[in-house]
Each structure stands twice: as structure tokens, then as C-alpha cells.
């Protein structure tokens, strides 16, 4: 079952304007992280935030948790062409010895030139 | 280039078939995980290993085995395929299992059963 929802499932902007992703999540975490896929390739690691954390960057990537709504947002500025994949959110939950890293269903982002 | 190699890229067989997919995870990685992506479903998580042991399970299928070799590369078997078998298998690996850490991907394997 897919622990993490992401919205909108789609997004379309124009170059240069500012894009921001959702995810939900229903359990308790560990850490969350953003991922992007470009079409039918692997997904590549943006961004971890520890369920500690509230706020965390890496060039234009801010990410947000918030553990008490168990939600987190992706904001890519200025974004480009090249940013154009689908993004996906993937919650880190430990039980046990059991560590799972559930993805949600994506949201497909289209940068227009 | 993640570092994690996935053998086949591409895989078409038959329905009733079996199939062994292989992942080598990055060097230095124990944890491997194997997901199943397609489009109605999504990102599903199969079953994760960590350094030979089986650590987590998720939606696989009792048609479907993995295991984990001593040299650390992991292997997903697939057996009595079925045209809904039909997806990208995906590979990732990471460093260890718990508390969490960024896991890399392979390029992954399609799988077509005709």
C-alpha cells in the first residue's frame, strides 16, 4: 500500500516560476525524502529531512515536514526545462528491525520553455 | 551513473515463464531493496535485504523470491509469469537499514510477458 500521497498529480508552470508538491503521509516516520524520475529511468535522490527536522535546502530545493499535520512540501524555484520528471515523496519507517522506504504515487511536473 | 547495476535492461518472455533478474548495489552498500513500478500501481515496494538477511517485506507475490548472495548482489526471481507481471523492476541500495538514509538506484529491468 502506498504510504505517501502526493498533489497535485500533475503540474504544469512555465520556466522560471516557483513549483510546490505536497505529500501526505498516514504512520509515523523516520525521515522523508524526495525523489525525482526522469521518464522510465531510475529515480534519483533529491533530499532527506529527519522527522526532527522542520525545514532543509539544497539549491533551489526547500523541502518542509510538519510530523503533527504528517505532511511535507518540495518547492523548486526559478525551475527550468530540465526539471521537467515526475517527483515522488517516500516515507522511512522503521519497525523493529524492519525498515521499509515507501514511495507515493508521484506528481508529474512539466516546466514549459 | 547511481552506482547500483541491474542486468537485464530489458526482458520479454512468456506467460508461465520464469525469470531471474539481478541487482549489484553500490559499493560499501548491505541494504538492497527491489520495487515493482508500473502504472496502475505505482512505486511498490517488494522486499528489502540487508548484508544476506531478509529484512522487510512488502506486496510480492508468493511467485516471487529473492535472496541476497554473500558478495552482497541480490537476485529477484519471478516465476509463472503472468501478463500483469508485466512492469519495471527496480533495485535500489543504501548504506544500512534503519534510521534512514538516501537509497540509489538502478537503471532498472523491463519486463514484458507476452
Known amino acids: 500500500s502506498q504510504q505517501g500521497e502526493e498533489d497535485p498529480q500533475a503540474l504544469s508552470i512555465q520556466e522560471g516560476e516557483n513549483a510546490t508538491m505536497n505529500c501526505s503521509y498516514k504512520?509515523?516516520?523516520?525521515?522523508l525524502q524526495w525523489y525525482r524520475q526522469n521518464s522510465g529511468r531510475g529515480l534519483v535522490h533529491l533530499i532527506l529531512?529527519?522527522?526532527?527536522?522542520r525545514e532543509k535546502h539544497s539549491g533551489r530545493l526547500r523541502v518542509t515536514l510538519d510530523t503533527s499535520k504528517k505532511s511535507s512540501s518540495l518547492l523548486i524555484t526559478a525551475s527550468r526545462a530540465a526539471d521537467t520528471a515526475s517527483y515522488f515523496c517516500?516515507?522511512?519507517?522503521?519497525?523493529?528491525?524492519?525498515?521499509?522506504?515507501?514511495f507515493g504515487k508521484g506528481t508529474l511536473l512539466t516546466v514549459n520553455p | 551513473d547511481s552506482g547500483v547495476t541491474q542486468t537485464p535492461k530489458h526482458l520479454i518472455t512468456a506467460t508461465g515463464q520464469r525469470v531471474t533478474l539481478r541487482c549489484s548495489p553500490r559499493?560499501?552498500?548491505?541494504?538492497v531493496y527491489w520495487y515493482q513500478q508500473s502504472l496502475d500501481q505505482g512505486l511498490q515496494f517488494l522486499i528489502h535485504?540487508?548484508?544476506?538477511?531478509?529484512?522487510a517485506k512488502g506486496n510480492i507475490l508468493e511467485r516471487f523470491s529473492a535472496q541476497q548472495f554473500p558478495d552482497l548482489h541480490s537476485e529477484l526471481n519471478l516465476s509463472s509469469l503472468e501478463l500483469g507481471d508485466s512492469a519495471l523492476y527496480f533495485c535500489?541500495?543504501?548504506?544500512?537499514?534503519?534510521?534512514?538514509?538516501?537509497?540509489?538506484f538502478g537503471q532498472g529491468t523491463r519486463l514484458t510477458v507476452v
Open positions: 535485504y540487508y548484508n544476506g538477511e531478509e529484512r
Open positions: 504512520t509515523s516516520i523516520n525521515n
Open positions: 559499493s560499501g552498500d548491505l541494504s
Open positions: 535500489a541500495s543504501s548504506v544500512a537499514p534503519l534510521g534512514g538514509t538516501e537509497a540509489f
Open positions: 529531512i529527519r522527522s526532527n527536522e
Open positions: 517516500a516515507t522511512g519507517n522503521s519497525g523493529g528491525s524492519n525498515y521499509k522506504l515507501t
